[in-house]
């Protein structure tokens, strides 16, 4: 099938504004500096309002037309060079519209939140700032027309989010989890880029329709290898195994942050990638194995090190982890399945942010305490976040009639119906993960809102002041109804898209698995209520291997030390000895050449004008010697 | 009839004068300049004065643009105008233009950087004297004048008797100039007693080159000397030894090893703007007059020539490059560089291609603007003995005045190659030019050159940032607006044509033809 886009016309010619006002806004933030310290929240909220509602504007532009295959523009010529041209063009089209959507209907709310959450920081201004600037490069990772436009926003969000992570630089675990982030980032970001070097290689350009069309002329081995290198720039930002260590420390940053960078967008560029790449994932067998492989271990291993952990937003990082390895599993499985992938992240969008909200709340409340342990009974004293708080809950472990249930079950499902026996094992995890989620969730919830307080001294909890509370309200009426809503609707919107799937389930019938998944997750939920109703010790207590194992994050930080950490340090170790001893060595003398060289040279500038005479007819006589011996020879 | 006889033999060359309006100008403008001195008052003298220089040299630029495209010989075979001529006399205006805002400054010294009497003895009471009073030299104008006019038609010259004329036009009023300093008059003197004495010497190789020359071709005229080499019936030692004696004089005043010995003197003892003037213009000036006479007279003995200078490009980047490093004062430093720089200028002389040409001429425009800027900041950092120079005092000064050691980084580096400058542009013209003409070991030796003398760019550098600020580190004047106008003009011009060099690069590769 051949990939076709209509150029832009009327009101969606403007789409580039959906970029340009959160990024003016953000170099209005971040260059006036404390001249704008009073009214930056208000512009930095605000202009994440005006782009919600372009977004709107441009969708309904889109829902009207016939062809809704997508319209491009391109802007400007970005890298004109000899046989390779990329411009600077965007490309909206259903996948991009509810992206969009989602970015900046969820921002909204978020930026108006933290308006409210930070307003004891002196940082604020700055705060916001870097969260423009992160709303303009994620709008850029989704609206691009080509995989560098798609770079260079996944590199701007990339900035924003080291940024962010690092907001309080001055807390160390914070400075280091923004480190942490980058370098493991760069693992994920190497891999991208040599995929689209693969592209300009093998196809010579980099524009989704050229690159989609032309697959199907590459070999397989290429096709392979361009959709593992994607895969390793997903799995890098979407913190999906093996490189998931750097998302839960990226809690380190403010709470806004959090719900926005670290569960409900940034994070699910890589499912934006594998979706948007869809045609080299259908191509290769191969490398959708590896997708749902990658999705299921990390689900299991989100949901397992969840269980151990006692912050309040490690527990939902390690659930954000989770959660996204079912859609790379939905992705990896392919067909009609991406449309499930994509529903869950809309949903998960509102429901984890909904979540990181309350959870901040719960912490604005507690002096800024995240150890669940020390919580309790904050149901009584925080009303609107504690019902909001519940429906995410709800939501995230599947309930019907909530959003979660007719995200996530379907993807189990479709597991379940993948070819071979791969189908029933994973299946099996996904099935697996949902009762875990129930069960992790569940002690998150209970021992949070429930039981009797376990405070420590001089806490007066209290219910957050209404800006904070508007955006949870609406954030869990989006978790309550987005789920039902979408099910229906947008695997039709994303038809153009992602071609049109026959549904087709013959191993289990719908009601089986939903009766399955609904059992596991009572069962995980039933376990959670009955062990932490009654609250928990005050400390750690001493464990069996497998939760000392997940308190350790299941030894993935050792790994990556072992794997990458030590070889890196005895490499540059050797490389400093080598340039001690050997460069250095010889740069040195070469310099006390040319030094004691110049000093002795200088004493020919004697400042005599007889010696100058005398050296220039020195030279005469050595220039018309040489001339005579060239001509002669 | 007598009187026929008379007309016919008496017949004036045909001169075609919007051809050598530029030059016409200029020396028009000095003579008016030496009246102004003589009638003006003289309060009124120095804005008069400066006004006049301005437009002079305006009109002069203009009279180069209006005369662009044009190729002929003429003024009896005298003077040739055509593109790298042109060019170069533009150049020779746009940055003696620029020399010449550095050089009106007063606002950093009451009457400027020249004194009024430059016979006085010096050290004597009444030096000490006239070094405080305000009033200052307004005969520098004329001399200014007079001296850019001499480059011009230096660079145009055509025949090598009207080459010697302008010659010796640009270098008197310079070695006057030289005397001319406000501050440390006795170096000052020095610097110029030097500068005339040896380019009095180099000047008589130069003469001695042109009767030998002569000898060989009987004629003094390029297009003479280009059909006469190899033709000539004459003994060929007549025509080599001439080549190098006139090579002599003008590598003399490029200022190349070994005939670059009076150059650290003379720029260190030499008024700043001054100073500036020479490294911009003079060079611009030296290396059209070496480019014709390379390219258009004598092309044809290129084979045998052009092992000889590559030794002296060789020896003056290594000269350049080793004696830079040992380098106390930032006048001598900027002096070294300056010979290290007019070696790799001939390397790309010496591809003798069309490239080569292009390239060097683009090299002279972007190292002037630079230079230009570079002895504009040495001109500000001053306490009130004048310019500190030492390299010691220019310690911590980054904390002192950010602006102007950015600004001066930037130029050093810029001088060093670095990509984004016109620097790196220009060297890298020029080495292209010269591997493309197989000249590699020049270019070997060029990147190996460029690497020692960058090392005391970068201690300049360090030293500026890293020190500390010590009690001698000397606060940076405000410039007046003459002089931020220089120093922003070069600074910028060594951004552009480090950024988006082809406008210029398009320009001399259109200019890039000789006439003969």
């Not at chain 2, 008797?161 to 003197?189: D, G, I, K, N």
């Not at chain 2, 931020?484 to 259109?510: F, K, R, S």
């Amino acid at each position: 099938m051949e990939i076709e886009f209509a150029a832009a016309e009327g009101w969606l010619h403007n789409v580039w504004l959906l970029i340009a006002v959160p990024l003016v806004s953000a170099a209005i933030l971040l260059l006036l500096g404390k001249r704008a310290d009073k009214w930056g929240h208000w512009l930095g909220a605000g202009s994440v309002g005006v782009t919600f509602v372009l977004a709107l504007t441009f969708f309904f532009q889109l829902r009207g037309m016939d062809e809704r295959e997508g319209v491009e523009l391109s802007l400007f010529e970005y890298l004109p060079v000899a046989g390779l041209k990329v411009d600077f063009g965007l490309l909206y089209d259903p996948l991009a519209a509810i992206f969009t959507l989602l970015i900046t209907g969820v921002g909204f709310l978020i930026h108006v939140y933290a308006v409210g959450y930070m307003s004891h920081d002196p940082g604020r201004r700055r705060f916001f700032g870097f969260f423009n600037l992160f709303v303009a490069a994620m709008l850029l990772l989704v609206l691009g027309n080509n995989f560098v436009m798609l770079y260079i926003g996944w590199e701007g969000v990339g900035l924003a989010s080291y940024l962010l992570i690092s907001f309080y630089f001055d807390r160390p675990a914070a400075a280091t989890a923004g480190k942490k982030a980058f370098l493991i980032n760069r693992v994920g970001d190497a891999g991208f880029a040599i995929a689209i070097f693969l592209m300009f290689a093998t196809l010579g350009t980099t524009q989704y329709d050229e690159v989609f069309n032309g697959v199907g002329q590459l070999t397989g081995a290429t096709v392979t290898a361009m959709g593992l290198l994607l895969l390793l720039g997903a799995c890098g930002k979407s913190g999906q195994f093996p490189l998931h260590t750097w998302l839960p420390d990226a809690m380190e940053g403010p709470t806004p942050v959090s719900a926005l960078i670290h569960a409900a967008t940034m994070v699910t560029a890589g499912v934006y990638l594998i979706a948007r790449s869809h045609p080299v994932f259908d191509a290769s067998e191969t490398a959708q194995a590896v997708v749902v492989t990658i999705g299921a271990i990390t689900l299991l291993i989100g949901c397992i090190i969840g269980c151990a952990k006692d912050d309040i937003k490690r527990v939902l990082a390690y659930s954000t982890v989770s959660q996204i390895g079912y859609m790379f599993l939905a992705v990896g499985l392919g067909g009609a399945a991406y449309a499930l992938g994509l529903i869950h992240l809309l949903a998960h969008g509102f429901f984890k942010a909904g979540l990181f909200l309350g959870a901040g709340s719960v912490m604005h409340g507690m002096q800024d305490q995240t150890d669940i342990r020390r919580f309790g009974g904050l149901a009584k004293h925080m009303r609107i976040t504690w019902i909001t708080f519940l429906l995410g809950y709800l939501a995230i472990i599947g309930l019907p009639p909530l959003s979660g249930f007719f995200s996530k079950d379907p993807i189990i499902h479709s597991a379940f119906e993948r070819h071979g026996w791969s189908g029933w094992v994973l299946g099996s995890v996904a099935l697996i993960g949902a009762g875990l989620t129930a069960f992790y969730m569940t002690r998150l919830y209970v021992l949070t809102f429930h039981g009797k307080p376990r405070w420590t001294e001089g806490q007066h909890p209290h219910e957050s002041p209404p800006v904070m509370t508007i955006p949870l309200i609406l954030l869990a009426v989006g978790s309550v109804a987005a789920g039902g809503l979408m099910a229906t609707s947008v695997p039709g919107w994303l038809e153009p898209v992602l071609g049109e799937h026959e549904e087709h389930h013959a191993r289990l019938s719908e009601w089986t698995v939903t009766a399955m998944t609904m059992a596991v997750v009572i069962l995980g939920a039933g376990l959670g209520f009955a062990l932490f109703r009654r609250g928990t010790a005050l400390q750690e207590q001493p464990a069996g291997p497998l939760v000392t194992a997940a308190r350790r994050n299941l030894y993935f930080d050792t790994l990556n030390e072992v794997v990458f950490e030590l070889p890196g340090k005895l490499l540059t170790r050797a490389l400093v000895f080598l340039d001690n001893r050997g460069i250095d060595g010889v740069v040195n003398g070469l310099a006390a050449t040319v030094g004691g060289g110049s000093g002795r040279l200088r004493r020919a500038q004697t400042g005599f004008v007889r010696s100058y005479a005398l050296s220039i007819l020195g030279g005469a006589v050595l220039v018309v010697a040489a001339m005579m011996a060239v001509t002669l020879s | 009839m007598t009187t026929d006889i008379a007309a016919e033999t008496l017949k004036l060359p045909s001169l075609d004068y919007a051809a050598l309006a530029p030059m016409l100008i200029l020396f028009g403008v000095g003579c008016v300049g030496v009246l102004v001195e003589a009638i003006a008052p003289k309060k009124a003298r120095f804005p008069v004065q400066l006004v006049l220089a301005v437009l002079g040299i305006a009109a002069s630029l203009t009279a180069i643009v209006l005369a662009a495209g044009t190729e002929k010989v003429t003024a009896a075979g005298a003077v040739a105008v055509d593109g790298p001529g042109l060019f170069l006399q533009g150049s020779i205006a746009v940055l003696g233009l620029v020399a010449l805002l550095l050089i009106s400054e007063r606002s950093l010294e009451r009457g400027g950087a020249f004194v009024a009497q430059a016979a006085v003895t010096a050290n004597s009471e009444a030096d000490r004297d006239q070094a405080t009073r305000g009033s200052g030299a307004t005969e520098v104008y004329p001399l200014i004048i007079f001296s850019l006019g001499g480059m011009m038609l230096f660079a145009a010259a055509n025949d090598l008797l009207t080459m010697f004329v302008a010659l010796e036009v640009f270098s008197l009023p310079l070695y006057l100039l030289c005397a001319m300093a406000r501050r440390r008059r006795l170096l000052s003197q020095e610097a110029a007693l030097k500068y005339f004495l040896l380019g009095a010497f180099a000047s008589a190789f130069f003469l001695f080159g042109i009767a030998l020359v002569y000898g060989y071709a009987g004629r003094v005229d390029f297009a003479g000397i280009h059909a006469a080499v190899l033709d000539s019936p004459n003994d060929i030692a007549l025509l080599y030894i001439g080549l190098a004696m006139v090579a002599i004089g003008l590598l003399f005043k490029a200022a190349l090893a070994p005939f670059h010995v009076w150059t650290p003197d003379v720029y260190q003892g030499a008024p700043t703007p001054v100073t500036a003037l020479m490294a911009a213009c003079t060079k611009v000036a030296a290396f059209g007059g070496l480019l014709r006479v390379l390219y258009v007279a004598f092309e044809r003995s290129q084979w045998d020539y052009r092992p000889v200078l590559g030794a002296i490009a060789v020896l003056t980047m290594l000269v350049g490059a080793v004696l830079a490093v040992t380098q106390t004062d930032i006048k001598r430093l900027l002096a070294y560089s300056s010979i290290a720089n007019a070696g790799y200028v001939l390397v790309g002389v010496l591809a003798i291609s069309k490239a080569g040409l292009a390239s060097s001429l683009f090299y002279l425009v972007a190292y002037g603007f630079s230079v230009l800027a570079a002895f504009g900041i040495v001109t500000l950092v001053r306490d009130a003995d004048g310019e500190a120079t030492h390299l010691s005092r220019w310690a911590g000064l980054g904390r002192r005045s950010p602006l102007y050691a950015t600004l001066f980084t930037f130029l050093l580096l810029a001088f060093a190659g670095i990509p984004l400058t016109s620097g790196f542009t220009a060297k890298f013209g020029v080495f292209a030019a010269a591997i493309e003409a197989d000249q590699t070991w020049l270019v070997i030796a060029g990147v190996i050159t460029s690497a020692i003398i960058a090392f005391p760019y970068l201690r300049v550098v360090v030293m500026m940032w890293l020190s500390e600020p010590g009690e001698s580190t000397p606060a940076v004047s405000l410039p007046g607006a003459l002089t931020a106008a220089a120093v922003t003009i070069g600074a910028a011009a060594t951004l552009l044509l480090g950024i988006v060099p082809q406008p210029l690069l398009d320009m001399t590769e259109n200019a890039a033809h000789f006439v003969r």
